[in-house]
């Protein structure tokens, strides 16, 4: 969150390069080194490398790093946006449905009518969508998503239209886990005792959905599983970036930014130990993703 804070301070050093006073550019240079700024091509002042040092274009690798971060970031929102709205959507569709049939049933065995065959079509519509969902849960995730990024490549010329659409499909693909455990636990608790105290006292079955199993009951899970989402965002485009299929070395992303510095690794010709940052940094988000995640199961259990 600082890298990304820090690309958002400083927007003008995109375009800074960082030069001996020979105007030669220093290339994987420490920081704090007196240098000479080339601010654009027609003014320079007197100062010193920059947080991180510079990377091998002779720029800010601070501000590399944590635009990249910013663009990771802004693409992992569309994965758990998605992720949100048809992960909640489809299990409330689901369990509500599955408590409504029981309550139906209830009242068939006490002699009342039944009115089920006027929502035959409502019926319909949600075996689909579960059967739909079951299908997506039992096929291998990675296969699918080798499938949506070969697909979109092929298909979409710019880099951004292309990763948006891979990172939909992402939390599209990430939702049938979350789904059932929704579903379960609104046919666990549509017994409990509170749940038909607050269903006597004339609350309807949708605000005892929302309100008290999806708030009160589910959120450690829901924001668990959200954050998972994102780290695997985050990770999945790095992959996907670096073997040239995403967002390009054009882009700042954390995956161009590996691929642009591939030939500088540890044990290649020239390689330098500042170029393993990104991948430091992939480190530090999964180990604070799986914290959270650990979190928030802890409040769950609790």
């Known amino acids: ?15 800074n390069r960082y030069r001996n006073h020979k105007g030669q550019l220093l290339r994987w240079s420490s920081s704090h080194i007196p240098c000479v700024i080339e601010i654009d091509y027609d003014n320079s002042i007197e100062g010193f490398t920059p947080l991180l040092g510079t990377d ?11 635009k990249s971060i910013v663009t ?3 693409l992992s929102l569309l994965s758990v946006i998605t992720f949100i709205i048809i992960a909640i959507s489809s299990a409330i569709f689901i369990g509500y449905d599955t408590q ?12 009342h009518s039944s009115r089920w065959n006027r929502n035959n079509i409502g019926v319909i519509m949600r075996y689909i969508v579960e059967s739909g969902i079951r299908t997506l849960h039992a096929i291998p995730q990675l296969l699918l998503l080798i499938i949506v990024v070969v697909v979109s490549y092929r298909s979409l010329e710019n880099d951004l239209m292309r990763m948006g659409t891979i990172m939909i499909f992402i939390g599209i693909l990430s939702t049938p886990k979350l789904i059932f455990l929704i579903v379960d636990r609104i046919n666990i608790m549509e017994g409990d005792d ?8 004339g609350l309807p079955d949708s605000k005892i959905i929302f309100k008290h199993i999806l708030f009160y009951d589910s959120s450690p899970v829901i924001f668990a599983q959200i954050i998972y989402v994102m780290v695997q965002a985050i990770m999945l485009e790095t992959v996907i970036s670096f073997l040239g299929y ?4 054009a882009h700042s992303s954390i995956g161009g930014l ?17 170029a393993l940052y990104p991948m430091m940094l992939l480190l ?13 199961m802890e409040m769950r259990s609790d």
């Open 1 to 15: 969150m600082l890298f990304a804070l820090y690309s958002i301070s400083f927007p003008a050093e995109e375009t």
């Open 56 to 66: 091998k274009n002779g720029m800010n690798y601070a501000y590399s790093l944590s």
């Open 72 to 74: 990771n970031m802004s």
């Open 100 to 111: 409504h049939r029981r309550m139906k049933k209830s009242t068939n065995r006490n002699g």
């Open 194 to 201: 509170f749940i038909n105290a607050a269903r006597a006292s």
């Open 246 to 249: 995403g967002m390009g070395i």
């Open 258 to 274: 590996i691929a642009q510095y591939r030939s500088d690794l540890p044990g290649t010709v020239g390689g330098n130990m500042m």
């Open 284 to 296: 530090l988000i999964a180990l604070a993703g799986n914290t959270l995640t650990r979190s928030f």
